[in-house]
């Protein structure tokens, strides 16, 4: 009975490990893009989201990173804001790079749960 204790010690242990190295690099993605906006933008950034979305085409999945933003800010101006949030994300080759390295295909910026304007 032992054996089967310390491997379910070690199974747990490694579960937990790898959680925490998943939170570890949320952790420092999201603290990567508040650093981004709060010395560039009026804009306040929220938090951002991880979709994986399966495609039935020869392309597989493809991962989005969707940029949460306060609507009240950017509501004078909508496209504008839009705009100036992609081609600051677009523009920073180290970001991108690093988002690249994360597995993300694709960058969208939302003021709302209803709607998402994707980086082209």
Sequence with gaps: MTK??????????FVAMFSLAAMSEADELSTALKVHFDNESALKYVNYESIDQAHADEYGSMRYLVMDFDLALASADLQGSIHYICS????DKSLISRLSAAGYDMVSVSFDRQSQYDCL
């Design 4 to 13: 089967l204790n310390k491997a379910f010690q070690t199974f747990v242990l």
């Design 88 to 91: 600051s994300v677009l523009e």
